[in-house]
C-alpha cells in the first residue's frame, strides 16, 4: 500500500523509542532533547539502521520501498550507501584506523565537532572547561530540529550495515552493553523484568520485530519479500503482552 500523508515512516518508526525516553516536555514551552542526549540518540539510530542493513542486505530493493522522508527526494539505499562510505573514509583518513564502536563513529565526532566551535576539546584540561562543556551538553535542541537529523542517521545506517557487513558486526561487538531502549522487546518472562540485550543476535532481533510490527500495519504485501512473517507473529505477542502503542502509530513527535 502507498505511503500516506500523516503517517509514520520506517525511519520515524525506528528513531521513536529511544526519543521518547530522552525527551523533554516543560509545561510551557516545545519538546526538546539535551545535546548529549541527541548525540547518543544519533549513534543509537545509526546502529539500529547499520543492523537492519546488515541484516536484510540482500532484499534492500524491497526495503527501500519504505524508506520515505516525506518532503526530501533521495534514492534512498543508493545516496545512504553513499554517505555512509564517505563518513567511514573520513574517518580512517583522520584517524588512520577503523572505528571500533558506533560510540567512537557518530557520538563522540558529534559531541567533537560542537566543542571545537568553542574551542573546546575532550577530556577537559581542567574543571574550567569541563563546565563549560557540561554546559554545551545541556544545550536545548528544539525535538522538531533534532528529527530530521535523527532519520537521516537511520538511513545512513542502513546503507552502512549493507555495505559494510563484518565491519558493522565487529564494531557492536565491542560495544556489549546494558540495551534499556529495548527492554519493551525482551524481557524476562519469569521475573518481569528488562533483560540485558548484549549481543548482535539478540539486538538484531529487537530491531526486526519492530521492523516487523511496522511492516504488517502499513506495508502488508511486504512481509513475506522481507521474509518477517515469523517475526510479525512474534511481534504481535510481544505487543499484545506489553500494551505498547498501536502499530505504526509510533512518531518522534
Not at 129 to 137: L, M, P, T
Not at 190 to 210: D, F, G, N, W
Not at 218 to 224: A, H
Amino acid at each position: 500500500m502507498p505511503y500516506k500523508e500523516g503517517q509514520a515512516d520506517l525511519l520515524d518508526y525506528l528513531g521513536s523509542t529511544p526519543v521518547r525516553r530522552e525527551v523533554q516536555k516543560p509545561l510551557f514551552g516545545k519538546p526538546y532533547l539535551r545535546f548529549d542526549a541527541y548525540c547518543h540518540i544519533l549513534s543509537f539510530a545509526y546502529e539500529e539502521g547499520a543492523l537492519l542493513g546488515r541484516a536484510k542486505r540482500h532484499k534492500l530493493s524491497i526495503l527501500e520501498k519504505m524508506l520515505i522522508i516525506p518532503g526530501i527526494k533521495l534514492k534512498p539505499v543508493e545516496d545512504a550507501q553513499e554517505m555512509a562510505k564517505a563518513r567511514l573514509d573520513g574517518f580512517r583518513k583522520e584517524s588512520g584506523g577503523e572505528p571500533s564502536t558506533f560510540s567512537e563513529f557518530i557520538e563522540l565526532r558529534a559531541v567533537e565537532g560542537a566543542l571545537k566551535r568553542y574551542g573546546l576539546n575532550l577530556p577537559p584540561r581542567n574543571e574550567g572547561e569541563a563546565w563549560k562543556v557540561r554546559k554545551v551538553g545541556g544545550v536545548k535542541m528544539p525535538l522538531r530540529e533534532a528529527i530530521p537529523g535523527i532519520k537521516l542517521h537511520v538511513l545512513e545506517g542502513i546503507g552502512f550495515g549493507s555495505s559494510f557487513p563484518e565491519l558493522t558486526e565487529e564494531m557492536f561487538r565491542r560495544a556489549y552493553k546494558v540495551d534499556t531502549y529495548y527492554d519493551t522487546f525482551v524481557r524476562d518472562e519469569r521475573s518481569e523484568r528488562p533483560m540485558i540485550i548484549s549481543t548482535l543476535e539478540k539486538r538484531e532481533k529487537a530491531v526486526l520485530l519492530m521492523v516487523a510490527a511496522y511492516t504488517s500495519e502499513c506495508y502488508l504485501e511486504l512481509v513475506n519479500p522481507l521474509d518477517l512473517r515469523k517475526d510479525v507473529e512474534e511481534a504481535k505477542k510481544k505487543y499484545e503482552e506489553i500494551g505498547e502503542l498501536k502499530r505504526g502509530e509510533a512518531s518522534l513527535i
